[in-house]
């Protein structure tokens, strides 16, 4: 089984920047290989969007556009820990942003982590 565990997340002012982590944990016999990583963003009472992806070598990574240019991901394959550095962050309240790891594809994520709460206040 893989266990994520995220943090880092904080009340910030707008304009602020923040870096989330993720430690990822495996059972014995299992293997980061198949996996891709990726960081969703939820906010109240909306669904989960998924806002930056990065390949397990770390070698390719994705972003949607709203946040192109002010977040980057990032791995340590050392430490099984991957980041997300959130930059420019804009004030529309209190996000929890969520680790996760697909085999697949993002529709159908295998592992999440338990999230870490993101307030950004004007």
């Known amino acids: 089984q893989v266990q994520l565990v995220e943090s880092g997340g904080s009340l910030v002012q707008a304009g602020g920047s923040l870096r989330l982590s993720c430690a990822a944990s495996l059972a014995s016999g299992h293997t980061f290989n198949s996996y891709r990583m990726g960081w969703f963003r939820q906010a109240p009472e909306k669904e989960r969007v998924l806002v930056a992806t990065?390949?397990?070598?770390?070698?390719?990574?994705h972003y949607t556009d709203s946040v192109k240019g002010r977040f980057t991901v990032s791995g340590d394959n050392a430490k099984n820990t991957v980041y997300l550095q959130v930059n420019s962050l804009k004030s529309h309240g209190t996000d929890v942003y969520y680790c996760?790891?697909?085999?697949?594809?993002?529709?159908?994520?295998?592992?999440w982590g338990q999230g870490t709460q993101v307030t950004v206040s004007s």
């Open positions: 990065i390949s397990w070598r770390g070698t390719i990574t």
């Open positions: 996760a790891a697909a085999s697949i594809d993002w529709s159908l994520v295998d592992h």
